[in-house]
């Protein structure tokens, strides 16, 4: 099983829909999370961190399921501009590295 | 700032060459990361550096070197280029102080290897 797995879509939804992502990880220690966005051809760039209690950015809520072990990014009324890809990012316990980065789920917003 | 930037953008190496890939950050960030991102693979660390002078091995080291002689300098050296290590390499660099730390990501660079 991979450490960290994500959907890779494409989701492709209508403008002003809303979305959400989840990413699974398989290390109960695990610490801390993140979702970064990555634009196509670009580099990645955090987008929000994930704190236990959730986290809300405007559109975008992000949630933490310690019990089943899986991060969600919730996007409302989707604009175009949000298509990217959403990557998952989890930082371990094992080793002296930390950042563990899923694959990315790609999103589509269509008008 | 400049944040991070990275050199080249792109370059194509026949088999066999070898070049170096630089990475600079103006942020005073004490770690300092290469990455390469292939088609379903997810970014894989490569390489990795927590302070000037040192390096330690990622997940994918094999056919890579790296150097940190300058806090704000991070090279990524490919000695002898094989088809295989065809990616966009990425590096990043954050604070070191722990916890929940941002990464903040270069541009990349695009290397062909024929």
């Known amino acids: 099983r991979k450490e960290v797995e994500q959907d890779p879509g494409p989701f492709n939804v209508p403008e002003g829909a809303t979305v959400a992502f989840n990413c699974t990880y398989s290390?109960?220690?695990?610490?801390?999370f993140f979702w970064y966005r990555q634009d196509c051809r670009k580099e990645p760039k955090l987008l929000m961190s994930?704190?236990?209690s959730g986290n809300e950015d405007g559109r975008f809520t992000a949630q933490l399921n310690r019990a089943s072990q899986y991060i969600s990014l919730l996007i409302r009324d989707s604009k175009l501009s949000d298509s990217a890809t959403y990557l998952c990012?989890?930082?371990?316990?094992?080793?002296?590295?930390?950042?563990?980065f899923g694959t990315g789920t790609r999103l589509k917003v269509l008008a | 700032n400049a944040g991070v930037t990275q050199t080249p953008k792109f370059r194509v190496l026949k088999t066999g060459q070898s070049m170096t890939l630089l990475c600079a950050q103006d942020?005073?960030?004490?770690?300092m990361y290469w990455y390469r991102q292939d088609p379903g693979m997810g970014l894989r660390l490569i390489h990795y550096?927590?302070?000037?002078?040192?390096?330690a091995k990622g997940e994918v080291p094999d056919g890579y070197n790296v150097s940190r002689l300058k806090k704000q300098n991070f090279l990524l050296g490919l000695e002898s280029a094989a088809p295989s290590q065809t990616s966009v390499y990425f590096c990043?660099?954050?604070?070191?102080?722990?916890?929940?730390?941002?990464?903040?990501f270069g541009p990349g660079t695009r290397l062909l290897v024929l």
């Open positions: 990043a660099s954050s604070d070191g102080t722990g916890g929940e730390e941002t990464q903040y």
């Open positions: 290390n109960s220690a695990s610490q801390s």
């Open positions: 994930v704190y236990s």
């Open positions: 990012v989890v930082i371990g316990t094992s080793g002296t590295y930390k950042y563990i």
């Open positions: 942020m005073n960030h004490e770690y």
């Open positions: 550096s927590v302070g000037e002078g040192t390096t």
